[in-house]
T-cell receptor, first 108, second 113 residues
Framework: QKEVEQNSGPLSVPEGAIASLNCTYSDRGSQSFFWYRQYSGKSPELIMFIYSNGDKEDGRFTAQLNKASQYVSLLIRDSQPSDSATYLCAVGASRMRFGAGTRLTVKP | DTAVSQTPKYLVTQMGNDKSIKCEQNLGHDTMYWYKQDSKKFLKIMFSYNNKELIINETVPNRFSPKSPDKAHLNLHINSLELGDSAVYFC????????????FGSGTRLTVV
């Protein structure tokens, strides 16, 4: 079992729609969870972090965490073509483990 | 000012050669990392240094040797390069106790021919 699993996609949504990205993790003791965005040929860029169960909102982005289910998600509201990128789920602080990423395409 | 800078950005070299990648951060962070991203975009941790001390050494061939002269610098030396070493290598930094994720450098695309 991989430590951090994501649907590889690609996920395609129309402009203005909600994009939903999902991630599961295997280490039940994990405390820190992150979402990174990576444009093609660029480095990962942190967009959200969450530590507590529930929802955390930042602009058009909402991260959701359910530690009992070992599940993290990212919702992107009012998706824009500029949101087209690979989204990486990451778990842990001192030894951050990444999922393989979900490629999102937002079509105008 | 670039927060985490890596050099070179691109590196093309022949099998069997030895090469180095350098990383510097000006964020005042005390921990630095090397990650390898393969062709399938999977990011895998290789090494981590905290205040010049090696704290993470994943299962990596001993042809790879990191060195941290001070907490702002982390270098990666690779001996006897192989085709399978072709990847993008990212340097990253963070601050222990401030759990705000890692800041990544722009990456070094290594191609072994």
């Amino acid at each position: 079992q991989k430590e951090v699993e994501q649907n590889s996609g690609p996920l395609s949504v129309p402009e203005g729609a909600i994009a939903s990205l999902n991630c599961t993790y295997s280490d039940r003791g994990s405390q820190s969870f992150f979402w990174y965005r990576q444009y093609s040929g660029k480095s990962p860029e942190l967009i959200m972090f969450i530590y507590s169960n529930g929802d955390k909102e930042d602009g058009r982005f909402t991260a959701q965490l359910n530690k009992a289910s070992q599940y993290v998600s990212l919702l992107i509201r009012d998706s824009q073509p500029s949101d087209s990128a690979t989204y990486l789920c990451a778990v842990g602080a001192s030894r951050m483990r990444f999922g393989a990423g979900t490629r999102l395409t937002v079509k105008p | 000012d670039t927060a985490v800078s890596q050099t070179p950005k691109y590196l093309v070299t022949q099998m069997g050669n030895d090469k180095s990648i350098k990383c510097e951060q000006n964020l005042g962070h005390d921990t630095m990392y090397w990650y390898k991203q393969d062709s399938k975009k999977f990011l895998k941790i290789m090494f981590s240094y905290n205040n010049k001390e090696l704290i993470i050494n994943e299962t990596v061939p001993n042809r790879f040797s990191p060195k941290s002269p001070d907490k702002a610098h982390l270098n990666l030396h690779i001996n006897s390069l192989e085709l399978g070493d072709s990847a993008v290598y990212f340097c990253a930094s963070s601050q222990v106790g401030k759990n705000y994720g890692y800041t990544f450098g722009s990456g070094t695309r290594l191609t072994v021919v």
